[in-house]
């Protein structure tokens, strides 16, 4: 078992990031919300979870180890597999996830593409004495910080877009940022941006 790794950030792409490890470099799938933080060049550690299966050996990697033990413990409700695991945790940080469930909150599972209604009161059902109460407080009347720009651009400058790129996604995103009513979330800011650089190529 894999716990993490820790090296230099040799690459990053829209869903994975290569963290060179003694020489050798990881392939590591990433969140939308852990690759904003990933810089290339720069040294990082993710917490990883190596899913392995007949043909494929996948290293999964996050940002912290809660969200690992998260992804770890959706997967044993029937018919979760790696890859909406992590669509979960792309949506919603780990204790927002918590909340849905202890809350019975249909429509913040059915927020993640994949999971219908059905889906999501299955799931609910199923991960009800798993996950746990939620850690933190929820957030009320937060105000949209402005921090959000700096990091979406930079991650995307991360990911190798040009600056006008960058400037021109982050503008693209600004409506969603402010309508958010809270901190927004770079991890779907990013992945919202990245759907507008795609369709501007």
Known sequence: MIAFVSGTVAALAPDSAVVEVGGV????????????????????????????????????????????????????????????????????????????????DEKALTAVPGIGKKGAQKLLLELKDRLGAPIGAPVVGAPVTQGWRDQLHAALIGLGYATREADEAVSAVAPQAEAAGGTPQVGQLLKAALQTLNRAR
């Open 25 to 104: 470099g990881m392939a590591v799938q990433c969140t939308p919300d852990t690759l904003a933080k990933l810089r290339l060049g720069q040294e990082a550690r993710l917490h990883t979870s190596l899913v392995v299966r007949e043909d494929s050996l996948t290293l999964y990697g996050f940002a912290d180890d809660d969200e690992r033990q998260i992804f770890e413990l959706l997967q044993t409700a029937s018919g979760v597999g790696p890859r909406l695991a992590q669509a979960m945790l792309a949506v919603h940080r780990p204790d927002a996830l918590r909340r849905a469930v202890a809350t019975a």
